[in-house]
């Protein structure tokens, strides 16, 4: 790894500002339009983030299932179930304050976890190019995994003309 | 190399944002927004441990992408199938407000 480690940190604390600013507006925006702007802009710190972690085929395949795919389907959807959200209704419903207490719990039992667990993490060489490896993983050990998401995939795909059809 | 807690914090914190979004919001299209946001918090878990801990078989040495890459084609099919289920919901009902979907409600 030849990245200076201050140049590290300068990645991971811009790419975390982004992801965190889309995601807060993608939960607060009333416009769904700009709420998936928000998600847009929190997807593509998400694939900064992952060029930080040295994994780099999972930043392209975010940019190109996430951001080039799901946030598509997600645009059209808003447009396609436009205007039916009644002006004068808040975006959030009555129990948001519960929904607030609740994921702050949860946000500091997770961090009390992340913070005083012993992770014996190590500092490990991102071993040259590892897209090769990647592939013949995939195609040996993950064979079987591998073959069911496309299943998967095939039902998904199916499954969702089905529902979707007039 | 920066700290592991740091990435944990990260995925925390937006896994807890997607919570309240998927938690507090009416529309069903911005409760799948929270969800995809939970995903991916749960995906950046998992490229930091496996950047920052070492399996005990070299063999699963790639496990933590190749699980990722898993989670991402799974959004991918829920995000489908997930906004089929709102437009047909749209077509028959007339809204994406979860709170007056209750047909099944007792």
Redesign the interface.
């Given at each position: 790894?030849s990245t200076p480690?201050v140049l590290?940190?300068v990645g991971?604390f811009v790419m975390?500002a982004i992801?965190?600013g889309g995601?807060?507006m993608?939960?607060s925006a009333r416009n769904?339009i700009r709420?998936?702007l928000g998600?847009i802009i929190?997807?593509i710190g998400?694939a900064g983030?992952?060029f930080?972690?040295?994994?780099e085929?999972?930043a392209v395949?975010?940019i190109l299932?996430?951001v080039g795919?799901?946030s598509i389907?997600?645009l059209?959807?808003?447009m396609?179930?436009r205007g039916?959200?009644k002006r004068d209704?808040?975006?959030?419903?009555a129990?948001?304050i519960?929904?607030?207490f609740?994921?702050?719990a949860?946000?500091a039992a997770?961090?009390y976890v992340?913070?005083s667990t012993n992770?014996?993490?190590?500092?490990?060489q991102?071993a040259g190019d590892?897209i090769p490896?990647?592939g013949t993983?995939?195609m040996t050990?993950?064979l079987l995994?591998f073959e069911a998401?496309s299943l998967?995939?095939l039902a998904?795909?199916v499954?969702?003309?089905v529902?979707?059809r007039? | 190399?920066?700290?592991?807690?740091?990435?944990?914090?990260?995925a925390?914190?937006?896994?807890?944002?997607?919570?309240?979004?998927a938690?507090?919001?009416?529309?069903a299209?911005?409760i799948?927004?929270?969800i995809?946001?939970m995903l991916?918090a749960v995906?950046?878990n998992l490229?930091?441990f496996?950047?920052?801990?070492?399996p005990a078989a070299p063999?699963m040495d790639?496990a933590g992408?190749?699980f990722?890459?898993?989670v991402?084609?799974?959004?991918?099919?829920?995000?489908?199938?997930g906004?089929?289920?709102?437009?047909?919901i749209?077509?028959s009902r007339?809204?994406?407000?979860?709170?007056e979907v209750d047909l099944m409600k007792w």
């Open positions: 790894m480690l590290t940190y991971f975390a992801t965190l995601a807060l993608a939960v769904l709420a998936a998600l929190a997807l998400i983030i992952y930080v972690l040295e994994a085929f999972v395949v975010q299932v996430y795919a799901i389907l997600i059209f959807a808003v396609l179930t039916l959200m209704l808040p975006a959030q419903n129990q948001w519960a929904a607030a609740i994921s702050l949860m946000f997770l961090l992340a913070l992770w014996r993490a190590v500092e490990t991102v590892l490896k990647l993983e995939l050990t993950y995994p998401v998967l995939l998904a795909l499954g969702a003309i529902i979707a007039e | 190399m920066i700290p592991l807690p740091f990435y944990l914090t990260l925390a914190a937006l896994f807890c944002i997607g919570l309240y979004g938690l507090a919001r009416r529309n299209i911005a799948l927004m929270g995809e946001l991916n995906n950046i490229i930091a496996w950047r920052y801990v070492k063999t790639l992408q190749i990722a890459l898993f991402i084609t799974l959004a991918a099919a829920e995000a489908a199938i906004i089929a289920l709102i437009i047909a749209y077509r007339d809204t994406v407000n979860v709170e």
